[in-house]
């Protein structure tokens, strides 16, 4: 299985990016975090390119996942 | 997870059915009365609480969400939206509360592309800009507290003057960068791809005002989840389920802990406590069948 581009959207404050982040970390996932409350560029690409504000945005490949969602992160990570 | 930890205990066979771990607390930024931390983070807490929790045997199905819950013969049948069903000779609901609605237009449309329930979450993705926290009660304090720091203006609606404690009022009226509609209400909320104002009424006058603004904070109560009992027991006006001291509900096996029932005071220490007592309460009512 090819290795998927994960990229987290977070801010320090949020306790669903924390748990997100775990959970990757438990299930060996690598991915990349970006911190929209002090990156701007980051701000406005998590907006643009999943058209809502809302914190923990995961994009896989290009799928977004809004929110800590295990079945939904399991099924496009291809998770059993 | 503090009755689960209780029914495990027990050995009552219990599974524990929950769309996430960890409830409303997940919400919460700093805990500072919760017994042995003098300071902690709800996540933190949560997190260790889930941890004590795993130290037990239990089934747990986490994930799907409990939709449906009726009554087969003496027992209890439930049903998660993913359709699977599980029998029950007695069932404890601990569902807790979710953020309140506006209940205006735009809010639905509007959700999570500028609409937020959760201050301390995306407070800080709107860094330099204009928003609107809606509610005068602590929440709302809190919220207006964190944004002073970061916005460049915080405008606060409420239908009422601000009824959160005092320490906290004061503490955010000396921001030069909030403006204060207080006896206003929210008509509606406008945007394109994401939210770009809301229209407001003076509840004295009628003068109604458009605001300019890119993030809205709504923070005025929580509502029980106790939709899945609707019908099945009783519940109070406010929508919670109706307990006595025993957490018993008016059906027999049918017990009810937490934020979701009419017991008074609303916190992590009492919620915690009641869990406990529901557990203890289903085995004393297994044993008696």
Known sequence: MATKEVKVYSTPTCPWCKKVKQWLDANKIVYTDFNVAQDKVARDEMIKKSSQTAVPTIIIDGEIVVGFNEPVLKEKLGIK | ?289
């Open chain 2, 1 to 289: 997870m503090t009755a689960a930890v209780y029914a495990a205990r027990k050995r009552l066979g219990a599974v524990l059915i929950s769309k996430d771990i960890g409830g409303q607390p997940m919400w919460t930024g700093r805990i500072e009365n919760y017994m042995g931390y003098q300071y902690i983070e709800g996540f933190e807490l949560m997190s260790k609480f889930e941890e004590q929790m795993k130290q037990f045997p239990l089934e747990q199905k986490i994930g799907p969400q409990a939709v449906s819950l009726g009554r087969i013969g003496s027992g209890f049948e439930v049903e998660t939206d993913g359709g699977e069903k599980y029998q029950a000779k007695a069932v404890i609901v601990a569902s807790g509360k979710r953020p309140r609605t506006l209940n205006v237009p735009g809010e639905e449309q509007f959700k999570g592309k500028g609409v937020t329930y959760c201050s301390v979450c995306d407070g800080p993705v709107f860094a330099g800009q204009k928003v609107a926290v809606i509610g005068g009660g602590n929440a709302a304090l809190e919220a207006i507290d964190d944004m002073v720091k970061i916005a460049e203006r915080v405008y606060v609606v409420s239908v009422t003057p601000f009824t959160g404690d005092q320490v906290l009022v004061e503490r955010v009226q000396v921001a030069k960068n909030l403006t204060e509609f207080m006896e206003h209400e929210v008509l509606s909320i406008s945007g394109d791809r994401l939210v770009n104002g809301i229209e407001i009424r003076d509840l004295k006058t009628g003068e109604k005002k458009k605001l300019d603004l890119s993030g809205i904070f709504v923070e005025i109560g929580l509502n029980p989840n106790s939709d899945l009992v609707k019908g099945l027991t009783t519940l109070n006006e406010q929508g919670e389920i109706v307990v006595n001291c025993r957490n018993e509900t008016d059906v027999p096996g049918l017990f009810a802990a937490g934020d979701v029932t009419n017991v008074p005071e609303k916190q992590i220490v009492i919620s915690a406590g009641e869990g406990a007592k529901a557990a203890l309460q289903a085995h004393k009512y297994l044993q008696r069948l």
